[in-house]
């Protein structure tokens, strides 16, 4: 499965991967169609704790996530460690147990801790020496070299974008695989990104809705030289707007009927999940 990513971004196309928060959001993700599935620590805040992406979430609740999506879809998974929740040595713990759990691809970022999301103000960042050390242990404790590691800097916001382009060289420089420099303002500033790291490694640009990048479509963004492409919250924001409506709608009505239209029912529901297929194995070790 990470041998497959790895080959993928080898290709010229860029690899657009959804936002997903759990096995049935990854499992709608696969039949889709799509190549690879992002998880953020954001959606696993948002989804699983009910509360902001300000670094809340643990290592073990992001392994246990990757786990339960990784049992139920062969499909790869890029993984948003956040900072590797602490220093070099938590980073290699973290390394381990998503590599273990199913992740292709884990990512890292340059924050302090408690880290921000990406989008938000007020950032800080560790050392560009610190964030070397923790990508060189977390490349040390991968037990295969197809399980990617991709460095985020979060460094155009605070330090400036230059700054950011010399931490991101840095953290190529430690044979990192792909770069994530987070939060570019402007297309001008994507183009620059690109023109410097595009052509030498998979550069990933972050789509977020409301978000602080111009949000382009994976085509757009493969032309400018990104060879992968996230949305990764905006399954949590559309899901959250639907849900809304849904609730709001039964609490006036008493019933779900005038959303009918808008839901699965019960035999469509088990379909989208393979229930029928999941019986059929379980009657063939019957008696």
Known sequence: MTASLRERLREARPLLAPGVYDAF??????????????????????????????GLTTASETVDTVARIADRVDTPIIVD????YGNALNVIRTVRGLERAGASMIQLEDQTFPKRCGHLRDKTLVS?????????????????????ILARTDAVAVEGLEAAMERAQA?????????????????????HACA??????????NMVEGGQ??????????????????????????IGAQVKRYYDSLHEHGTTAPMRGDMLDFDQLNGVIGTPGLLEQGRRYEG
């Open 25 to 54: 959001t990854a499992l709608l993700a696969t039949q889709a169609g799509f190549e690879a599935v992002y998880l953020s620590g954001a959606a696993v805040a948002y989804t699983q704790l009910g509360r902001s992406d300000v």
């Open 81 to 84: 460690a956040d900072t590797g």
């Open 128 to 148: 560009a020496r610190e964030m070397c050390g923790k990508l060189k242990a977390a490349l040390d404790a991968r037990a295969s070299a197809d399980t990617l």
């Open 171 to 191: 953290y190529l420089d430690c044979g990192v695989d792909a770069l994530f420099i987070e939060a570019l303002r402007s297309e001008a500033e994507m183009t």
């Open 196 to 205: 410097r790291f595009g052509r030498r490694v998979p550069l990933l640009a």
């Open 213 to 238: 990048t111009p949000v382009r479509d994976a085509a757009a963004l493969g032309a400018l030289g990104f060879r992968i492409v996230i949305f990764p919250g905006g399954v949590v924001r559309f």
